[in-house]
Structure formats: structure tokens, C-alpha cells
């Protein structure tokens, strides 16, 4: 997988629909309320090599949805997958780290406050490769279905949620 082929653009829309999520949590008090146990305030710790266009991308979606993102840039990304258990059979481009859970790759942040909510026993969760419509990978042309992967550092790995997309024509 090359990291740098991956497209960098956050659309509109995408903008639109994070700006809209952050202004539904402020209105209903839970920015101000809840202080730093609230989920979407966790800080996000992103590894990602220099040239990585489509992981920027998906730093802007996380900010866009509340989370406060560090940007680490690695030479090598594949000593912090490993470091953090991910299975090589998932990887992705970039890999990041919220509340001690690792996240592989172009994860939406709905899947993060999910992960962060019911804090289930897994080490991580994932979206293998880098799906076209995916967050971070938005296209014009095609939006692939994507499955979000949770793994464990024992080598389950299990469903954690799907994402059927509509795909367009070109
Ligand atoms: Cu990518």
C-alpha cells in the first residue's frame, strides 16, 4: 500500500456535516458541561508519514468532530502499528491512538465516540486499506462499502460496524 497515493481533499459537505455535529453537541450543553471525560474531547494522537495527503484528510474530519488532534509525523508508520498492536492484515495509512485504544486508518468519528462510549474490550479499531468515501477519502466518483474492524492484541478480530455507501456512476 502506498500512502501517498491516497487523495487529500475534505469535501464540503463532509465540512458541513462536522461543523453540524459540533454545533448539536454545544447546543445541548455537553461542551461546556461535562469537562475531560466527555468523548468527543479526547485527545487524538495521529502518526502519519510526511507525504500522506488522505491523512490529513482524515485529522480535519476528527478536528471538524470535536477532537482535539496531535499530528505526529514518523518515518516509519508500520513501528507504531506494530507498537500498538494492530494487525498487519488491517493496516491503512495512518494510525492513531484515543483513551488507549488504537485506531487504524480512515475510522469516521461517529465509530470513535462509539469506541469511547461503551469502551468495549478490544485494542483498537480499524478500516483496512483506504475505501474511496470514506472520511479523509472523499471522491467524486465512487464511494465504496467499508466494515470498521475491532482486533484485539490475541488476533480477534470481529465486525464493529458497516458502511454501505451508494455508489454514483462516473
Ligand atoms: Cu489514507
Not at 12 to 37: K, N, P, Q, T, Y
Not at 69 to 95: E, I, Y
Amino acid at each position: 500500500m502506498n500512502p501517498t497515493s491516497c487523495r487529500g481533499h475534505t469535501s464540503f459537505l463532509d465540512l458541513l456535516l462536522g461543523l453540524g455535529a459540533v454545533a448539536a453537541v454545544a447546543s445541548g450543553g455537553g461542551l461546556l458541561s461535562a469537562g475531560a471525560s466527555t468523548p468527543a474531547l479526547m485527545p487524538v494522537t495521529a502518526y502519519r508519514s510526511a507525504s500522506c495527503g488522505c491523512c490529513k484528510g482524515w485529522l480535519q474530519h476528527m478536528r471538524a468532530n470535536g477532537f482535539t488532534v496531535r499530528d505526529v509525523v514518523v518515518a516509519d508508520v508500520d513501528v507504531v502499528k506494530r507498537r500498538l498492536g494492530v494487525p498487519a492484515r488491517l493496516a491503512s495509512c495512518h494510525t492513531a491512538e484515543v483513551a488507549g485504544f488504537a485506531l487504524e486508518g480512515h475510522v469516521p468519528a461517529a465509530d470513535v465516540k462509539r469506541l469511547l462510549q461503551r469502551r468495549p474490550p478490544v485494542t483498537g479499531i480499524a478500516v483496512p486499506g483506504m475505501p474511496l468515501g470514506s472520511p479523509g477519502m472523499e471522491s467524486a466518483f465512487a464511494k465504496e462499502p467499508f466494515t470498521v474492524m475491532a482486533f484485539t492484541r490475541s488476533g480477534a478480530i470481529t465486525t464493529f460496524s458497516q458502511h454501505p455507501q451508494v455508489r454514483t456512476e462516473p
